[in-house]
């Protein structure tokens, strides 16, 4: 991974933290894909895409996630929902966009973006 994701997943991270976020787990990797921060916010599992850009040159790091994303993140959270026996749980896909300028870095999150 290059290091602007590595520093991405860092800053999301601490942002959700500071949000109330528990972090269960980072790169949970799975035969379907690999989700990159798992976190719960109250009493639900929320699996989190973090996408990070030094600039929106080729479009907002949130353009970046597409469909066929979308469709290994849900199949990576059900088994990571059933290897924890966590099968009843509430659930969401939410993303974070990590933007570092040169001179700020802005956060945007998204939440449930499977509607």
Same mark, same amino acid.
């Given at each position: 991974?290059?290091?602007?994701?590595l520093d991405g =997943?860092?800053?999301a991270a601490k942002f959700l933290q500071k949000l109330g976020y528990k972090i269960l787990t980072h790169n949970f990797h799975s035969r379907f894909g690999e989700i990159d921060i798992i976190a719960k916010d109250k009493s639900t599992i929320v699996f989190i895409e973090v996408k990070s850009r030094s600039n929106n040159s080729f479009g907002t790091p949130? =353009?970046?996630i597409t469909y066929s994303k979308i469709e290994k993140i849900k199949k990576t959270a059900f088994y990571f929902l059933t290897l924890n026996n966590l099968g009843s749980s509430d659930f969401r896909i939410d993303a974070v966009e990590v933007i570092m300028?040169?001179?700020?870095?802005?956060?945007?999150?998204?939440?449930?973006i499977t509607l």
């Open positions: 991974m290059r290091q602007i994701g =997943e860092r800053l949130l =353009e970046a300028g040169t001179e700020q870095v802005n956060i945007n999150h998204l939440k449930n």
